[in-house]
């Protein structure tokens, strides 16, 4: 089955410092999806990536997709405390809407 | 803005006990999911369900497992007979119909703790 790694699995930062997540995929990927779980909370998505080379930004984060659409990157730049918690990757099947797979996740601490 | 709401927050059950977990979809989604998340892993797919049918399953999902869609509104998760390794976070996530439109927007999560 499709996997979809991730690293770092944690990593603890000094407030201001800037953040990197990187995801991998052992397959082509038609999407990349990115979400945010806040400690003891839900999934909350964060962006859909669908393009070759894409880059999307929202405010300090930047999210980019591989030009072979094998991988893709978060970064954060200037972190917060309020940046605290797991963020994840999810692959998009060729279906789009019918599952995602989620990467095994980087736990983000920052340090205040 | 609209959200998926799930009961119980959190269920404690007896090994080999029936469970059903209940959620409602944001109303004008139509395609439902549950995932679930054993405590420090990651979110793993269990179902997808669109027109009344399962439409994908992955291999945690086996024959103890089984979804309904009992009314206009509710989506429930039921596990027939509970195992200790049951124990998780079970989310369940709905999106609306369409490729542009594939975002999932998940529930808070029910706990289910089995003893």
């Known amino acids: 089955g499709q996997q979809v790694m991730q690293i770092p699995q944690y990593q603890h930062v000094q407030e201001g410092e800037d953040f990197t997540t990187y995801c991998n995929s052992s397959t082509t990927l038609s999407n990349i999806q990115w979400y945010k779980q806040r400690p003891g909370g839900h999934p909350v998505f964060l962006i859909q990536?669908?393009?070759?080379?894409e880059v999307k930004k929202q405010k300090r984060l930047t999210f980019q997709f591989g030009e072979a659409k094998k991988n893709s990157s978060l970064h954060i730049t200037a972190t917060q405390t309020t940046d605290v918690g797991t963020y994840f990757c999810?692959?998009?099947?060729?279906?789009?809407?019918?599952?995602?797979?989620f990467g095994t996740g980087t736990k983000l601490q920052v340090i205040p | 803005e609209p959200e998926v709401t799930q009961t119980p927050s959190h269920q404690v059950t007896q090994m080999g006990q029936e469970v059903i977990l209940r959620c409602v979809p944001i109303?004008?989604?139509?395609?439902f999911y549950w995932y679930r998340q054993i405590l420090g892993q990651k979110v793993e797919f269990l179902v997808s369900f669109y027109n009344n049918e399962i439409s994908e399953k992955s291999e945690i999902f086996d024959d103890q497992f089984s979804v309904e869609r009992p009314d206009g509104s509710n989506f429930t998760l039921k596990i027939r007979s509970t195992k200790l390794e049951d124990s998780a976070m079970y989310f369940c996530a709905s999106s609306p119909l369409g490729r542009a439109e594939n975002t999932i927007y998940f529930g808070e999560g029910s706990w289910l703790t089995v003893v």
């Open positions: 109303s004008n989604h139509l395609y």
């Open positions: 999810a692959a998009g099947n060729s279906g789009g809407y019918q599952k995602v797979t």
């Open positions: 990536l669908v393009k070759s080379g």
